[in-house]
């Protein structure tokens, strides 16, 4: 995945959650987003997955440059998959039918044709126990987990996940982080953000390190995580590394 | 239950009972020698037509305002401000006058000079259209301002999820918002429904026969007292209950799931 990135703008009322944010990735499988909390790191997830559209700057991804018109944004979000901190999943439906329903009503498959791409897609990640399942039923992790497989169930050129483990407990984060380390070794090109350093090192092919808007840094994780050039991205490093 | 709660309510309940008893019996003292309920089987047709009619108006009233209940909804969360604005004033207007002044203001003002004779003219029922119409925003008004609250009481990320699967404005209301808003309010739009038959009476204003007109027609000329009188609230009674019912059975099944 090639990503473009020229003086990005977005603000709410006063905040300016991007402010002139530029960012070139050649080629990169795994990008991740780290940074403090309110630095842009969900708002630049945003823009890169369609859902808003910046007040200034362009934004490319693969040599196509993103429209800002609504039914060419819709479009993009439909080729592209993207995963919330939680809360994902249609609670009236059951798991099954979360997958099924965008299969059919967005990507035009027949009904039986949806159901059986759905059982697919919960058997790739050893969900199909908890097909018949409303989300209420289902552990967090597990929820997030049929979140990515809805997410790739229409195998997306991109997915974007915004801090996919932030609302769970040590034991459900492993298990999806494991899934979404799967996903990328299978050639899944992403873009995520997180707060797991250790999962960023693993993973990634490039590291942005995101604050105040911009982005103080960019580079594979082996160099930015053993010396970061950035002095904030030195201190926000220590901060989390020292527990 | 303990003792002495099982004995309260022993006595409590047949103190109730003696009142109502003799409310009862003083009542029949006084008008039950009058009762003649051959006089009600005499006019059976005019009410059982009455009853029919009231049954369709209601009927009517209910598909109506439900079209114009998502009208007004969607008219409050139009992106325009005009359509926002407009939409805003109308349901105020609607909601803060009597029922009774609409229909009188609505038939005699508003509808019967553009389309009495027209629809006349079709060999229609004007009284009972416009009165099906006026009814029909008059309750959807209430209606709109339920689902509303329905649809605004959906989280922020369901749209955002919604949105990010790739459905459109449109499907992102039916297959998401829709199904989960409708089930928080259908016990207060069941509520609604039982007030739209109870106000059908109120059509009787503008002459249309329905069974309050019908009953109260029947009542003058025969001189009934409760021989008239209880079929009317029975009447009402047997529409209404199935309703009320409903929405007990719908806020206990919905409570439940959640």
Redesign the interface.
């Known amino acids: 995945m090639k990503l473009e990135v020229t003086q990005l703008t977005k603000c709410y009322g006063k905040t300016r959650a991007a402010d002139g944010l530029s960012l070139s990735v050649g080629a990169a499988r795994v990008l991740v987003l780290i940074g403090p909390s309110g630095g842009g790191k969900s708002t630049l997830l945003r823009l890169l ?1 369609g ?1 808003e559209t910046a007040d200034e700057g362009i934004i490319e991804i693969n040599g196509q440059r993103l429209s800002t018109e609504v039914s060419a944004l ?1 479009a993009y ?2 080729k592209n ?4 901190q ?7 439906l059951t798991a099954r039918h979360n997958i099924a ?2 299969l059919e ?3 035009g498959h027949p009904p039986a044709e949806a159901l059986v791409l759905a059982e697919q897609a919960l058997d790739r990640f050893n969900l199909l126990d908890h097909a018949d399942k409303l989300p ?1 039923q289902l552990s967090g992790g597990q929820q997030q987990r049929v979140g990515i497989a ?2 790739v169930a229409h195998q997306p050129e991109v997915l974007f996940l915004d801090e996919p483990t932030s609302a769970l407990d040590p034991e459900m984060t492993a298990e999806v982080l494991e899934l979404i380390q799967e996903l990328a070794e299978a050639g899944q090109d992403i873009i995520l953000s997180t707060h797991e350093m250790g999962f960023a090192r693993a993973v990634a092919d490039q590291v942005a390190f995101v604050a105040a808007g911009k982005i103080e840094e960019l580079s594979p994780p082996a160099g930015l995580f053993a010396a970061p050039k950035s002095a904030l991205c030195q201190r926000f490093l220590s901060r989390v590394m020292r527990y | 239950m303990n003792r002495r709660q099982l004995f309260a309510n022993v006595l409590v309940a047949m103190i109730l009972a003696v009142v109502f008893a003799w409310l009862c019996t003083s009542l029949f003292a006084v008008l039950g020698k009058q009762a003649d309920w051959s006089k009600t089987w005499e006019y059976r047709e005019a009410l059982w037509n009455g009853w029919l009619v009231t049954l369709g108006i209601s009927f009517a009233a209910l598909i109506g305002s439900i079209f114009f209940g998502l009208l007004f909804m969607l008219g409050q969360r139009s992106h325009l401000v005009v359509v926002r604005c407009t939409c805003r004033a109308f349901l105020e207007f609607v909601r803060d006058t009597p029922l009774l002044v609409h229909l009188l203001f609505g038939y005699f003002v508003i509808f019967a000079p553009l389309l009495a004779r027209p629809l006349g003219e079709h060999g229609l029922d004007d009284k009972l259209i416009i009165g099906v119409l006026l009814l029909s925003v008059f309750e959807g008004a209430y209606l709109g301002e339920i689902l509303r609250g329905g649809v605004e009481s959906i ?1 922020r ?2 749209w ?9 404005p449109f ?1 992102v209301y039916r ?2 918002i829709f ?2 808003a409708l ?1 928080r309010v259908l016990p207060a739009m069941a509520g609604l429904f039982v007030s739209l038959i109870k106000d059908s009476s109120l059509l009787s204003v503008i002459g249309v026969a329905e069974y309050f007109y019908n009953t109260r027609n029947v009542i003058s000329r025969s001189y009934a007292g409760l021989e008239g009188y209880i079929p009317l609230a029975v009447g009402y009674l047997i529409l209404t209950l199935p309703v009320a019912w409903l929405s007990h059975w719908l806020e206990k099944r919905f409570r439940h799931e ?1």
């Open positions: 997955g859902l819709q979000r439909r998959g993207f995963l919330f939680q809360f994902n999943l249609f609670p009236h329903l965008p009503k967005v990507h209420a809805r997410a | 989280p990320t369901q955002e999820s919604a949105r990010a699967v790739g459905f459109s499907q297959y998401v199904p989960q089930r959640t």
